[in-house]
């Protein structure tokens, strides 16, 4: 590593931050690019799991709420990809990457849906894992995406409380909705478990060596888990893993070793609905081409 | 394709602050696409929409003078304080 990088490094890891016109070593920003358009995708992936439920919402203010919050999504994947695009990959190249295959979106939304229930645990309990990753980036050594992390926090945490509102209003309601709550949770369980990725040390994590990320994997893990078990045990709902325990002397959260190996297949487009949803997003890309178009021509 | 960069006010009477920003082929959908993605919640008092490259940002004024005596942390009252205290009580006690 020579000394330029050498210092570079030393800034970040004290806590300091980094501008778009200042210089930064290759590696960094290459693995900004790689982190950040991950981040993008996955909020533009995940509307499409959500938009399946747009017609089939029970009431019109759910319709209206659900509407918001895909919304929101998309405007959050339109303020990430910015923050990319100024780092040097055009948007373009961003969609044609995500529709090969060659840039990942996060696990959760590699699956199909199945009931409102579902709706209304992907709004509370992924959001919520979300929220967690989301506040750590607030500390992102580079700034520009850090400051966009405040709106986009401030945005989730209404997308968690109109999930919890859904399934308060499920659990409140008959036998039959309340059982909808708990298959959606025994299907999301486990996916949610790998949500924040394997357990390894910060100090062995690329992201974490270079203050892209500020926590490590497990704390983030944690965090999860004791904001929101109590919270679903609470409701009289059950988690769908035997091992899970809260041990009161250390604080730590003990449960059954996710599988690893489905998270790597599902992230690699192997996941139940990954084709389908590469699928309709390139549909939607060339439905709109036209759009583009009109847009660019007129504007010349 | 341009970039216009985005600045939001809170409420009145707060300053504006740097948001954001958006790609757009012209001000009018700059301006569409700033409302959507900044104003939507009504979290925004006010919105500037500035084209890139019309800012001028400035380097830093290089920190080669000491400049101390503009500022207050560049006076310490204590000791003088001390000293015309002193000099009060020796004058009193005369």
Known sequence: MDARTQEFLEHVQSGGQVETADWMPDEYRARLIKFIEMHAGSELMGVLPERDWILRAPTLQRKLALTAKIQDEVGHAQLIYRVVEDLGKPREACLDDLLSGKAKFHNVFHYPTKSWGDVGVIAWLVDAAAIISQKALLKCSYAPYARIMKKVCWEESFHVLHGRDVVLALVNGTPAQRELVQEALNRWWPPLMQFHGNPIPAEEDPSYIWRIKSQANEDARQQFLDGYVPQIWELGLTVPDPKLRHDEATGVWHYSEPDWEELRAVVTGHGPASAERIAFRALSRENVAWVRKVVLAEAA | ?94
Not at chain 2, 46 to 51: H, I, N, T, Y
Request: avoid cysteine; charge should be positive; aromatic fraction near 10%.
């Open chain 2, 1 to 94: 394709m341009g970039v216009w960069e985005v600045f939001r006010q809170d409420r009145k009477g707060q300053p504006f602050e740097h948001a954001g920003s958006v790609v757009a082929p012209d001000a009018g959908l700059a301006e569409v696409y700033a409302r959507e993605l900044y104003s939507r919640r009504q979290e925004s008092d006010a919105l500037w929409l500035v084209a890139r490259e019309a800012i001028r940002a400035l380097e830093p004024v290089p920190a080669e003078f000491d400049l101390s005596y503009r500022r207050v942390d560049g006076y310490s009252l204590r000791l003088r304080l001390r000293e015309a205290r002193a000099a009060l009580g020796k004058a009193e006690s005369r």
